[in-house]
């Protein structure tokens, strides 16, 4: 009786399909080890279970860990943010970030753009979809693995060091203060294109580092540009 039910459930199991037969081997729960350069509070958990659905309670645990440390004021952070860093730390090898800036109110955001070089106006930060940290001395390999992963913004800041991740538009790039003031004034004449009605925005010879108003100026048209052509 048990040979033949033994080559019955066999039959049964040769006639389905090959990719039934398989069962799903279930997922690791996603881990992450952060600390905030801010607040001094540390991050150190499972924020999604095996079936990769991210867990209530560490998601509002991380969202009050990466608030606007500037207002205290939280929003609900995006899981794919997290994710994409934990994947970068898994690539280079390091199991802890330190978190420089995440989640920033509209009021933060707009005050570090008026004294920060940079800064984009309609920040990813903003939405709780991004995140600057550093890595300590694989910074720089991590922003390289980052970028080869194309699935969000990379911001490489080689003078502040610190690395910006998130999960806008794939697109790439490098802030370095000191590199864009030799560019201009080695042209020592540049001509940025305003969008319609906007004049072109000039800077003429003089031979000495950008004003915190060029810089601002410059930034301010640099990011339409990049809003128009996200729109095309």
Sequence with gaps: MERRRFLALAAALAAMPAGAQALPRPAEPRRIRLKNA???ESFAGTYRDRDGKPIAAAMDDLSLFLRDHYSGAVIAMDAGVVDFLADVMAQVGE???TVLSAYRTPETNAMLARTN???AENSQHMYGRALDVFLGQKLETAMSTARAM???GVGWYPRSNF???DTGPVRNWTMDETGLDNLLLANRLMVIAGGPGHSPL???GARAPLSVAQRLALHRRLAHAELLARRF
Aim: zero cysteines.
């Design 150 to 152: 194309g699935r969000g």
């Design 202 to 204: 000039m800077f003429r």
């Design 95 to 97: 199991d802890e970030a």
């Design 38 to 40: 801010h607040t001094g």
């Design 163 to 165: 690395i910006h991740l």
């Design 117 to 119: 070089f940079g800064v």
